[in-house]
C-alpha cells in the first residue's frame, strides 16, 4: 500500500498527454477521415487513469499526509502539485462531449484548483529562499500549464471572455518565468535526473497558442493570425532544439520523467492540425501529418516504457537532490 501511494503528482503528466494525443485524434479523424474510435479509446484510457491517479493522491494525503506535505515542500517536485488540476481540466475535455454537465464541474473544479495552487506557489517563491539550481522548466507548470490550459477548456466550452483572462495570467506568467529559466541554463549545470523537466520548455508557446485559438474561434474560426504563427514559430524552435539537445538530455536510463516530453509535442501537434482545419494548406498540411505521427510514435513509446518500468517495480522516482536549497513552506 506505502508503494501505491507513494505517486508522486508528477504521474498526472501522463493524463496530459495522453488527452493531448486523443484531442489530436478527435480533429484530425474530421479532417482527414481516420477512425474516430481511436480518438475516443485514447480519451476512455486517459479519464481512467485521471480518476486512478486522483483517488491514489487524495489517499496519499490521508494516510501518508507527512509525504505529501514533504512533496509540496520540494523545491522541484511542488511544482508538478499543480498537475492535478491541470489534468482535472483535460479530463473535462475528455468526458465533455459525452457527458457535458460533468465535464462542465470538472472544468471547474480543476480551473480553480489549479488558480489557488498557482498563487499559493506563487506567494511562496516571491519571499525568496531558493537556490539557482532550483529554477527547472518545472516552474512553469503552476502558472504558465496551468492557466493556459484553462484558457483552451474555457474556449473549449463556449467561454471565451473567461479563456482571454487565463490567457493573459499564463502569457505573462510565462514570459517572466522565461528569463529566469534561460538564465539558469546557460550558468548552472543540470544534473542528468532532472535534463528531462527540459521537454516542458516546449509546452508554453505551443500550449498558449491552443488557448489563443480556441478563444478566437476554436476549431472552425478564421486563418490563424499573427499571434499563432508567431507561437506556433516559437514552438517549432524549441521543438528543434530539444532534438538536437536529446542525446544530453536522455542521458540516465527511462523513468516517468520523461513524460515531460508528452504534453508539448502532441500540442504542437494540435496546433498544426487546427491550422489545416482552419484553412492553411500546403506545407502546413504535411507538417502537421508528420507532427501528428511524431506524437503518436513519442506516446507510443512512452507508454511502452512505462509498463515495462512498472513490470520491473522500477516505475517510481527519487527526489532529486538540490544543493543549497532554503526553501520552505510558509
Not at 211 to 232: H, Q, S, W
Request: proline share 4%.
Amino acid at each position: 500500500m506505502k508503494i501505491l501511494l507513494s505517486i508522486p503528482a508528477s504521474f498526472f503528466g501522463m493524463v496530459l498527454g495522453l488527452v493531448g494525443l486523443g484531442d489530436c485524434w478527435r480533429v484530425a479523424s474530421k479532417l482527414w477521415a481516420l477512425p474516430w474510435w481511436i480518438a475516443e479509446l485514447i480519451m476512455i484510457c486517459a479519464f481512467i487513469l485521471w480518476m486512478i491517479l486522483l483517488a491514489l493522491y487524495i489517499l496519499k494525503w490521508v494516510w501518508f499526509r507527512k509525504d505529501a506535505i514533504a512533496e509540496v515542500r520540494h523545491p522541484v517536485q511542488s511544482c508538478f502539485v499543480g498537475l492535478a488540476g491541470v489534468a482535472t481540466l483535460l479530463a473535462a475535455v475528455a468526458i465533455g462531449p459525452h457527458i457535458r454537465t460533468l465535464g462542465l464541474v470538472l472544468y471547474e473544479l480543476g480551473a480553480v484548483t489549479q488558480l489557488l495552487y498557482g498563487i499559493y506557489f506563487v506567494g511562496i517563491t516571491w519571499q525568496g529562499g531558493r537556490h539557482i539550481s532550483t529554477a527547472t522548466p518545472a516552474l512553469y507548470l503552476p502558472t504558465v500549464a496551468g492557466n493556459f490550459v484553462s484558457s483552451f477548456v474555457s474556449g473549449y466550452f463556449g467561454y471565451p471572455e473567461i479563456g482571454i483572462a487565463f490567457l493573459g495570467i499564463g502569457f505573462f506568467s510565462w514570459i517572466a518565468i522565461e528569463s529566469i529559466i534561460s538564465h539558469r541554463l546557460m550558468h548552472d549545470e543540470v544534473i542528468e535526473a532532472l535534463r528531462p523537466t527540459i521537454g516542458i520548455m516546449l509546452a508554453p508557446p505551443v500550449v498558449g497558442c491552443i488557448g489563443y485559438l480556441f478563444v478566437t474561434g476554436g476549431v472552425t474560426g478564421e486563418k490563424p493570425g499573427l499571434i499563432a504563427l508567431c507561437l506556433f514559430g516559437y514552438g517549432l524552435f524549441q521543438f528543434l532544439l530539444q532534438f538536437r539537445l536529446m542525446r544530453w538530455i536522455s542521458q540516465q536510463s527511462f523513468n516517468a520523467s520523461y513524460w515531460a516530453f508528452s504534453f508539448g509535442i502532441t500540442a504542437i501537434a494540435f496546433d498544426a492540425i487546427i491550422f489545416v482545419s482552419r484553412g492553411l494548406n500546403g506545407g502546413m498540411e504535411l507538417l502537421a501529418k508528420t507532427l501528428f505521427a511524431w506524437a503518436n510514435l513519442i506516446i507510443l513509446a512512452l507508454v511502452v516504457g512505462t509498463l515495462w518500468r512498472l513490470c520491473e517495480g522500477k516505475l517510481l522516482p527519487q527526489l532529486p537532490k538540490v544543493i543549497g536549497e532554503k526553501t520552505t513552506v510558509r
